[in-house]
């Protein structure tokens, strides 16, 4: 399209003579006007897209600007006085929005009613919606001999009229704002007492979202700010918080929002709006410019020049003035090939300048050099030119929609299925179950056994133990070594103690102290005590990960019972609570070395520079914890073991 110009329009000397406000428009909101126009056209005209035949929507269309200023506004306006449903701009000061402004303005009036400005424009803002005839009639009851009243006041003396019911309401939110905290204050103004409902009516759902970010700022405030709502409004004042959508996710909305926040998504219709800016103005260039090489130690050989004014320039700072002006137009360029990629059908390049000429290089020229050759130009019904377009060569005609209760096309023949449309897909594999450090010895066991040795193995059980059973002591001292080591060391054993009550009730108190005494022997031994500092350990950390078998790659997922990270080691602790304690590293279980191999390789690989060593703990040994270290050559036999299968 082309780009819309500044009015040439002459006001008249006389303030009071009429003026054609149409021909005065800026030329921001004459291009808003104009895509506002376009759209509703599509939408009126149900107007379906080339290539699918699909009718264009409301959630089809994005309109992209390089930043957010007036025309922003002027779009968002536009949109909404065509009844075309807009998700408004992506990003917003909360305090800019005009809900939030006359949210602020009560809290205002609430503090200090003698304020007539602030008021006013809370009587003419949707909580109470006094026409501008009211308010100026009862801006004139002020006026009495000798006397002016405020606006407050004159409202307080309305009896017998309708304008008494909003002095009323005021008078109820003051007595309650010296109550109420700030979020309950307004929470029960926007909800009880109806004024969400006002605000959707007068501003559409796009004031839905602001409200909502408005309450949590009164919450947020309410637990960390002071009480109050004078604290309140002058916090907010000061902080302007900004929310942001999310417009992936909006619903069948026309998005509005800045180039930079459209990486990633994609509509069907793209209008990019140049604004007619240079890529690097004046203002953008910095003041203080770095000189000479910043490694040199030699201090008269670098430092920092002050250019306030453009005409100080000199042969440094041009050089570095030159670069950042190449800078913005390379990030320029940049951000129009990202603006015109986020079109998957059609892109509508438009824009708008002052009464300057607009200064290369600017996104309308570049892309209307570029089409140029192969355009076709556009015209208005009185001849007149008002842009050009390009379109494939591979573009496709739209295609006819049946729906399922019309007859189709007299032309259309059905055509016979094929063949392979009858055959049964052939059944995909299921994925192996994730592979468990502390049971990977059954699976060479199994690879490794007879039938007959597996059928013994299953029949063959524990006896029954009275009291406790070995796995629920086994969890009650995994439990007590896993939390205890973060508690103060004085409210350890109560802790424990009370724990133990709790969750071994059924226990007789000998089974309960013998627990308690083989988790603190673990705890109090002098040799393990680094391994349980807070700072440098963790407690049951799960890992996951892959090992290659021959077989194929095969997850593996567990626990480790604790994890110390050293300077130069990493070392793993697992606790074993059996009765059995091994004396020598030949009478472990397989289980356990094969359970901290894999633990070992999937740890290494995490932290591929340190060593890793491997500890089991028997905790049920006779005066002390019995504390193995496992031989790395061993821990190696039991990996290639499982990694044979």
Not at 236 to 243: F, K
Not at 492 to 518: G, I, V
Request: proline content about 6%; hydrophobic content about 40%.
């Amino acid at each position: 399209w082309t780009m819309e110009t500044a009015p040439s329009v002459e006001l008249p000397e006389e303030w009071h003579e009429p003026v054609d406000q149409s021909d005065n428009q800026h030329q921001a909101v004459r291009t808003a006007n104009r895509i506002a126009d376009q759209i509703a056209d599509w939408l009126d005209k149900g107007e379906r897209f080339d290539a699918s035949g699909k009718t264009i929507t409301a959630g089809d269309i994005i309109v992209l600007v390089r930043a957010r200023d007036r025309f922003v506004t002027a779009i968002n306006r536009a949109l909404k006085d065509k009844r075309i449903p807009v998700a408004g701009s992506d990003r917003l000061t909360l305090t800019n929005h005009i809900a939030v402004q006359d949210l602020i303005t009560l809290g205002q009036v609430i503090v200090t009613p003698q304020d007539d400005l602030s008021l006013a424009a809370l009587l003419k803002s949707p909580l109470f919606g006094m026409s501008e005839e009211e308010l100026f009639d009862l801006s004139q009851t002020r006026f009495k001999p000798n006397y002016e009243a405020s606006l407050f006041e004159a409202l307080s003396e309305t009896d017998g009229t309708t304008l008494h019911f909003h002095f009323q309401r005021l008078q109820e939110w003051m007595r309650r704002v010296d109550k109420m905290p700030v979020y309950e204050f307004f929470g029960q103004v926007l909800g009880a007492d109806g004024g969400r409902k006002k605000f959707l009516s007068r501003l559409g759902p796009e004031v839905e979202e602001v409200l909502d970010a408005f309450l949590a700022i009164t919450l947020e405030h309410e637990r960390s700010g002071l009480p109050g709502m004078q604290s309140f409004l002058e916090a907010l004042l000061q902080e302007e918080p900004v929310i942001k959508r999310e417009q992936d996710q909006v619903p069948n909305e026309v998005r509005v929002m800045t180039v930079h926040a459209s990486k990633g998504l994609e509509a069907p219709i793209v209008f990019l709006v140049d604004k007619g800016s240079p890529a690097f103005q004046s203002g953008h260039a910095p003041t203080i410019y770095n000189w000479g090489d910043s490694d040199n130690t030699d201090i008269s050989q670098k430092g920092s020049l002050w250019v306030p004014k453009k005409e100080q320039h000199g042969s440094e700072t041009l050089a570095s003035l030159a670069e950042a002006k190449q800078r913005a137009e390379d990030e320029y360029l940049r951000l129009l090939y990202v603006g015109m990629t986020r079109a998957k059908d059609r892109l509508i390049v438009c824009g708008y300048h002052g009464k300057t000429t607009v200064q290369d290089p600017n996104w309308h020229r570049i892309v209307s050099t570029a089409l140029q050759p192969q355009a076709i130009p556009l015209h208005d019904k009185d001849g007149e030119e008002i842009g050009m377009r390009w379109h494939s060569p591979n573009r496709q005609e739209p295609q006819p929609v049946h729906h399922e209760d019309e007859a189709p096309p007299a032309n259309v023949t059905a055509a016979a299925l094929p063949g392979w449309i009858g055959h049964k897909l052939p059944l995909e594999s299921a994925l192996p179950r994730p592979l468990s450090p502390s049971g990977a010895q059954a699976l060479i066991d199994e690879s490794q056994a007879s039938e007959g040795d597996i059928l013994s193995l299953l029949e063959t059980s524990a006896a029954p133990v009275e009291g406790l059973s070995p796995a629920k002591r086994g969890t009650l001292v995994h439990r007590l070594l896993q939390v205890l080591p973060d508690i103060l060391r004085a409210d350890r054993r109560s802790t424990a103690e009370k724990y133990l009550e709790r969750s071994a009730s059924s226990a007789s108190p000998k089974q309960r102290a013998t627990l308690l005494k083989q988790a603190f022997d673990v705890l109090e031994n002098i040799e393990l005590r680094d391994w349980f500092d807070p700072e440098k350990s963790r407690a049951e950390v799960p890992v996951m990960g892959q090992i290659d078998l021959s077989s194929g790659l095969r997850s593996v997922s567990g626990t480790i019972d604790r994890l110390v990270v050293g300077k130069d080691q990493i070392t793993l602790i697992d606790y074993k609570t059996s009765s059995f304690v091994p004396q020598n590293l030949e009478t472990v279980s397989k289980d356990y070395i094969t359970q901290m191999a894999l633990y070992r390789h999937l740890v290494q690989r995490i932290y591929p520079d340190k060593r890793v060593e491997s500890v089991l703990i028997w905790t049920q040994a006779t005066n002390s914890p019995k504390i193995m270290h496992l031989s790395q050559e061993a821990l190696d036999e039991a990996f290639y073991a499982i990694a044979a299968l």
